[in-house]
């Protein structure tokens, strides 16, 4: 029997997403890879072995216990539990679109919810993990994004209170919060609510953090490093923590 420790991903076909899976196989973990783009897994699955590759619309709570279920078939165990499947919207409040806000909610805090609510009782039995990718948009405010921060802010403090309920059982629970990461998430924003001008979008994301001119994007296998050190024996003292990985940007102005 494979003894190899399992970790549950989801949004595995993401930027970060990637990058996580390849830093757990390589230290050893069997990954079950599920993400909405069945293309996106099918790629992921050429670069990096994975366990079990499982599409799912993570938006429905049936849709979790679906993805757990085919975990524990095909892996017979779980060890932890990494939700990195997100979305981005902006615009001002007044002219928010409903279906926008419930994307953002569903995605980013519902899915994440209910992942929790399908591999607790699993995580209990090997006292696991879990981490929660956030974003710097859940430890403060950011201009024009007010329901994507409203959805993060919920998640790291979901993830706080998770952590408590579960200390008695071994179990922890943590976020990761980086700020502007060089993914296709970040593409998609600059595409779409750049204006026609893309690399102006980018720049002016860039203006914003201490570095000055020196500034860059958070790099996807340096989020990876973060979340894979939180599911290592190492971190056992560390739970209900959120980790930022921003340059600074969250310290203060
Ligand atoms: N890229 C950034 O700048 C940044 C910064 C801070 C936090 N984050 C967060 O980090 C996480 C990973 O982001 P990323 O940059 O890798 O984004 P990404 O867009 O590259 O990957 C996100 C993945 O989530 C999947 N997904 C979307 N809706 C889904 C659904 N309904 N069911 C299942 N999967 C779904 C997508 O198919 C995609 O593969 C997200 O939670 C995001 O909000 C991103």
């Given amino acids: 029997m494979n003894e190899s420790p399992v ?30 783009d069945d293309g996106l897994l099918s790629a992921l699955s050429h670069e990096v072995t994975l366990a079990a590759t499982t599409p799912a619309d993570l938006r429905h709570p049936a849709a979790c216990h679906g993805v ?8 017979g165990r779980l060890d932890a ?10 615009g001002p409040v007044e002219t928010f679109s409903e279906a926008d806000f419930d994307l953002l909610m569903d995605v980013n805090l519902k899915a994440a919810f209910f992942m929790c609510a399908a591999t607790i009782p699993a995580l209990r039995a090997t006292r696991g993990c879990i981490v929660n990718l ?26 706080r209170a998770l952590a408590l309920d579960l200390a008695p059982d071994g179990v922890r629970v943590n976020t990761v919060s980086p700020a502007d990461t060089d993914t296709p998430m970040l593409d998609f924003q600059a595409e779409r609510y750049g204006g026609g001008d893309p690399a102006g979008y980018k720049a002016a994301l860039l203006a914003k953090y201490p570095q000055g001119k020196a500034a860059r994007f958070v790099r996807p296998e340096e989020v990876a490093e973060v979340v894979y050190f939180l599911c290592q024996p190492a971190a056992a003292a560390i739970t209900g923590a959120d980790y930022a990985i921003d340059f600074g940007y969250s310290a203060g102005r």
Avoid at 15 to 33: E, L, N, Q
């Fill in 68 to 75: 757990f279920a085919e975990t524990m078939a095909r892996c």
């Fill in 7 to 36: 970790v549950l991903l989801t949004g595995a076909g993401g930027g970060m997403g990637r990058a996580i899976a390849a830093r757990f196989a390589t230290g050893g973990w069997r990954v079950s890879a599920t993400d909405l």
């Fill in 81 to 90: 539990l990494v939700n990195a499947a997100g979305v981005w919207r902006e």
């Fill in 134 to 159: 956030s974003s710097d948009a859940g430890r403060q405010g950011n201009i024009g994004a007010a329901a994507y921060c409203a959805s993060k802010g919920a998640l790291t403090n979901f993830t």
